[in-house]
């Protein structure tokens, strides 16, 4: 069975960094590159969002408008480890961090940010950034 643990999550102020970790594990991940792994975030009485996204085995990167040229999601294929390094951090980044994957579909680029398009998550890592 594939897992996925977040870690890394805190609390900063306004201004700051993080750098949030998701390792997997599980039968699956012998072939890692063949999975799309993304952050998504969900704060409360607001929708879970997708954040940012890499298609299979570190290629092409996907970000939501509020987060482009702050965050930046990679990957360590060899410790099968998502991360997702988050800089001048904002009160609105406030939220559960959750890190979730699936098999890449080629239309990948069109979905990354669906909730449904992952079938595995994470348990979440808790973010609050204060003003």
Partial sequence: QVQLV???GASVQAGGSLRLSCAASGNPYRTYSNYCMAWFRQAPGKEREGVAAVYAGGGTTYYADSVKD???VSQDAAKKTLYLQMNSLKPEDTAMYYC???RCRLDYGEH???RYEYNI???GTQVTVSS
């Fill in 6 to 8: 977040e870690s890394g």
């Fill in 70 to 72: 702050r965050f930046t």
């Fill in 100 to 102: 979730a994957t699936s």
């Fill in 112 to 114: 990354w940010d669906d």
């Fill in 121 to 123: 998550w994470g348990q």
